[in-house]
């Protein structure tokens, strides 16, 4: 009987996970929040989700649903992918729309990651007589959310980072050859996550040399070349001298203002001044190598919301990256291909090690095929050096 009444559980929490992906790219810095209604005889009544920061939350959906479906929502229960709210914000709290909804039962994947909340919003249904159970597919729901779970926890975006490259880790030949490596199948995967996140971050170098647009291009499902749709990816470039030319992409084209150049605190005035007329400029400090503190960077881009960082970038700025240890995950498109020689551009330029033993490790590796190529994910595990 106990395993019947799980099954059910994970057959509606997995509607309500299913409903709530179809907010990725769209909530932050809100959690992608999915949401089912099921009657006291078992029956699916109403769903929703979370569409879009601002608008309501998932349970405010589900139940609207109900009662547009001519269903009745009292005795009935809630399955929802994420703890309800309790707070106040551009939002009422979900906990007194499900308390008046008349709502018996609340089935919850996972608590609220934020220290601050976490639980409230559960003893307070509790506290008003409804039933509730946490942990129904929470690894699944703690997955889906992971960038919002690692800012609201840290105040700094997750940071992915994403490189193209041969078999032998090279990114483009001894001549500067690198369209393309990989096939179109892997360049639309990478488009269609460059899409999921909030900013895209890379050097002036590979603006200088590709003029790259750093924008979604058509065929990844979220086309934003077209001006009549609209798009929050902001472009992150670091700069340190300001030597970007002021006709490159990311300075004249319709998304300058989604553009942002970040300088040393000594760089020239007049380069300063030239740039802050098409687009946003950070004057930061430098570390110790005399280039932008990347952890001044991260904390100015949590604060502003950003959620989730990919770094797209040459083989120098990936390397410094992983050397601050700012990368927690890896996207690696991987072409069949060996280019080999010593003057050929690697992923991950930079100093490199002396020893194995400061070797930086994966865990969770996921592999996918995607045409010839394929897609290496996985998650960073640093060395810890005594």
């Known amino acids: 009987m106990a395993s019947t009444i799980k099954m059910q559980h994970e057959i509606w929490m997995r509607r309500a996970l299913e409903l709530a992906s179809r907010g990725i790219g769209k909530t932050s810095p809100n959690p992608m929040v999915g949401a089912v209604v099921v009657s006291p005889k078992g029956e699916l009544i109403g769903e929703g989700w979370h569409q879009r920061a601002g608008m309501p939350h998932a349970e405010v959906n589900a139940i609207e649903d109900t009662k547009i479906r001519g269903n009745i929502t009292n005795k009935a229960t809630l399955y929802v992918t994420l703890e309800p709210c309790s707070t106040s914000g551009r939002t009422g709290p979900c906990t007194q729309a499900i308390i008046d909804a008349g709502i018996q039962r609340v089935i919850c994947a996972a608590e609220d990651p934020n220290p601050v909340h976490s639980g409230k919003g559960l003893n307070i249904l509790r506290d008003a007589g409804i039933e509730v159970i946490v942990g129904v597919l929470e690894k699944e729901s703690m997955e889906m959310n992971r960038a919002f779970n690692h800012w609201i926890v840290t105040k700094t975006p997750l940071v992915t980072l994403k490189s193209a490259m041969s078999l032998d880790g090279r990114v483009a030949t001894a001549a500067g050859e690198s369209k393309w490596i990989t096939g179109p199948e892997a360049?639309?995967?990478?488009?269609?996550?460059?899409?999921?996140?909030?900013?895209?971050?890379?050097?002036?170098?590979?603006?200088?040399?590709?003029?790259?647009?750093?924008?979604?291009?058509?065929?990844?499902?979220?086309?934003?070349?077209?001006?009549?749709?609209?798009?929050?990816?902001?472009?992150?470039?670091?700069?340190?001298?300001?030597?970007?030319?002021?006709?490159?992409?990311?300075?004249?084209?319709?998304?300058?203002?989604?553009?942002?150049?970040?300088?040393?605190?000594?760089?020239?005035?007049?380069?300063?001044?030239?740039?802050?007329?098409?687009?946003?400029?950070?004057?930061?400090?430098?570390?110790?190598?005399?280039?932008?503190?990347?952890?001044?960077?991260?904390?100015?881009?949590?604060?502003?919301?950003?959620?989730?960082?990919?770094?797209?970038?040459?083989?120098?700025?990936?390397?410094?990256?992983?050397?601050?240890?700012?990368?927690?995950?890896?996207?690696?498109?991987?072409?069949?291909?060996?280019?080999?020689?010593?003057?050929?551009?690697?992923?991950?330029?930079?100093?490199?090690?002396?020893?194995?033993?400061?070797?930086?490790?994966?865990?969770?590796?996921?592999?996918?095929?995607?045409?010839?190529?394929?897609?290496?994910?996985?998650?960073?595990?640093?060395?810890?050096?005594?």
């Open 187 to 386: 360049r639309a995967h990478a488009m269609q996550f460059r899409a999921q996140v909030d900013a895209i971050i890379t050097g002036v170098g590979t603006v200088i040399a590709d003029n790259c647009s750093l924008t979604v291009r058509s065929g990844s499902g979220f086309n934003i070349i077209s001006k009549s749709v609209s798009s929050k990816l902001r472009r992150i470039i670091l700069d340190s001298q300001a030597r970007i030319p002021l006709d490159s992409n990311v300075i004249s084209d319709p998304w300058a203002s989604l553009t942002t150049i970040v300088v040393l605190e000594n760089t020239s005035i007049r380069r300063i001044k030239a740039l802050e007329k098409k687009v946003n400029v950070w004057k930061i400090s430098a570390d110790k190598d005399g280039h932008p503190n990347l952890s001044i960077v991260l904390e100015r881009l949590g604060a502003e919301n950003v959620t989730h960082l990919l770094v797209e970038a040459g083989g120098t700025l990936s390397e410094s990256f992983f050397r601050h240890q700012k990368v927690h995950r890896i996207h690696f498109y991987y072409a069949p291909k060996i280019i080999g020689g010593k003057d050929s551009m690697s992923g991950i330029e930079g100093r490199g090690i002396s020893s194995l033993s400061e070797a930086i490790l994966i865990s969770n590796p996921s592999c996918k095929k995607l045409g010839d190529d394929f897609l290496l994910t996985a998650d960073i595990v640093y060395p810890r050096i005594s």
